[in-house]
Nanobody, 124 residues
Framework: QVQLVESGGGLVQAGVSLRLSCAASGVIFSINAMGWFRQAPGKEREFVSVISWSGGSTAYADSVKGRFTISKDNAKNTVYLQMNSLKSEDAAVYYC?????????????????WGQGTQVTVSA
């Protein structure tokens, strides 16, 4: 079992930055990648970014490429999502998730453990 706790969400104005954190605990050695997803009201959960746990390879959704940066601190078992130049369309509940695959891709069914989510609200 892996437990994930997200933090860092909040209400911000468009154009500013926000950093999300996701702390993992439990059976850490089973983690090969960690990803961020988001879900806006009335929409499906969508992939945002992923990072491999050992090598640090990353991938991003086109909608956030160049604005968001995923990183990790293995010593703290924590993954971060730095979000810059936030837009109203970035507003959503953000979830982190773990995967056993090194390159799990963008599909939610490739991820096995999920956090409870953190709300990001962006005002115009």
């Amino acid at each position: 079992q892996v437990q994930l706790v997200e933090s860092g969400g909040g209400l911000v104005q468009a154009g500013v930055s926000l950093r999300l954190s996701c702390a993992a605990s439990g059976v850490i050695f089973s983690i090969n990648a960690m990803g961020w997803f988001r879900q806006a009201p009335g929409k499906e959960r969508e992939f945002v970014s992923v990072i491999s746990w050992s090598g640090g390879s990353t991938a991003y959704a086109d909608s956030v490429k160049g604005r968001f940066t995923i990183s990790k601190d293995n010593a703290k078992n924590t993954v971060y999502l730095q979000m810059n130049s936030l837009k109203s369309e970035d507003a959503a509940v953000y979830y982190c998730a773990t995967a056993r695959s090194i390159l799990p891709g963008i599909s939610t069914d490739r991820y096995n453990y999920w956090g409870q989510g953190t709300q990001v609200t962006v005002s115009a």
